[in-house]
């Protein structure tokens, strides 16, 4: 069974930094993607950032490149998010993804907030 739990959200100041840990167990092989995504009160879920395994590249949302970086240690199959720079927008509730092609679905961690103050 595939599971995923973020960790280390939290509130700080504008121009803060935090780092999301995204713990997974159940992923053996198959990875596709392993990406972030957010969701602030009242607006639609939205991409952040994803690493494809299967190409060992990364991509960004525009609104975080240059602040954000993504990672993944294979060995413990946790995914990180670096946030430095961080602004009151980018508050909300964040998600860990991964989608396995071996079963051509994706999976959702529970989410972890992370509040900006200006």
């Known amino acids: 069974q595939v599971q995923l739990a973020e960790s280390g959200g939290g509130s700080v100041q504008s121009g803060g930094s935090l780092r999301l840990s995204c713990a997974t167990s159940?992923?053996?092989?198959?990875?596709?993607?392993m990406g972030w995504y957010r969701q602030a009160p009242g607006k639609e879920r939205e991409f952040v950032a994803q690493?494809?395994?299967?190409?060992?590249?990364?991509n960004y949302a525009d609104s975080v490149k240059g602040r954000f970086t993504i990672s993944r240690d294979s060995a413990k199959n946790t995914l990180y998010l670096q946030m430095n720079a961080l602004k009151p927008k980018d508050s909300g509730v964040y998600y860990c993804?991964?989608?396995?092609?071996?079963?051509?679905?994706?999976?959702w961690g529970q989410g972890t907030q992370v509040t900006v103050s200006s």
């Open positions: 690493f494809r395994v299967t190409e060992d590249t990364t």
């Open positions: 159940g992923l053996t092989s198959g990875i596709h993607t």
């Open positions: 993804n991964v989608y396995l092609y071996t079963r051509g679905r994706e999976y």
